[in-house]
């Protein structure tokens, strides 16, 4: 058995994934740089106007919006997830047996806590 100098010891393993990273960001700066060369640059009026669905857009670009929008979003994602996770968990519940319920079981109950602390505070009201 040969000992490991330090300095010495080159991980040849890594070399394919080293190649392919190469690779993949020398892909992606060439295809930025044909872009940069090849796309129009003619610019016009309609062209630097604001796109709002194919409306002309109404009213100021920088207003700002209620902070309820974002709790709306935070709390739909937190839920989402929930989802997204029960939802492999209930395909091999029968493998992974009684822990993975309790564990599942917490998991929830933190989500119920945070969903009643929403409540509480009024975090769903529309006004």
């Given at each position: 058995m040969n000992?490991?100098?330090p300095g010495s010891y080159i991980p040849t393993q890594y070399l394919p994934v080293l190649i392919f990273m190469i690779?993949?960001?020398a892909f992606g700066l060439?295809?930025?740089m044909i872009g940069t060369f090849?796309?129009?640059k003619r610019s016009y009026r309609e062209k630097l106007t604001p796109y709002e669905s194919g409306n002309p857009p109404i009213g100021e670009p920088r207003q700002q919006f209620n902070v309820r929008f974002y709790i709306i979003a935070m709390l739909f994602?937190?839920?989402d997830v929930e989802a997204v996770f029960m939802y492999p968990w209930a395909l091999v519940y029968d493998k992974i047996g009684v822990y993975a319920l309790t564990e599942m079981l917490l998991f929830i109950g933190?989500?119920?806590v945070g969903y009643v602390y929403a409540w509480k505070k009024e975090a769903f009201e529309w006004d």
């Open positions: 000992p490991i100098v690779i993949a960001f060439v295809t930025l090849f796309r129009l994602v937190i839920f933190v989500l119920v």
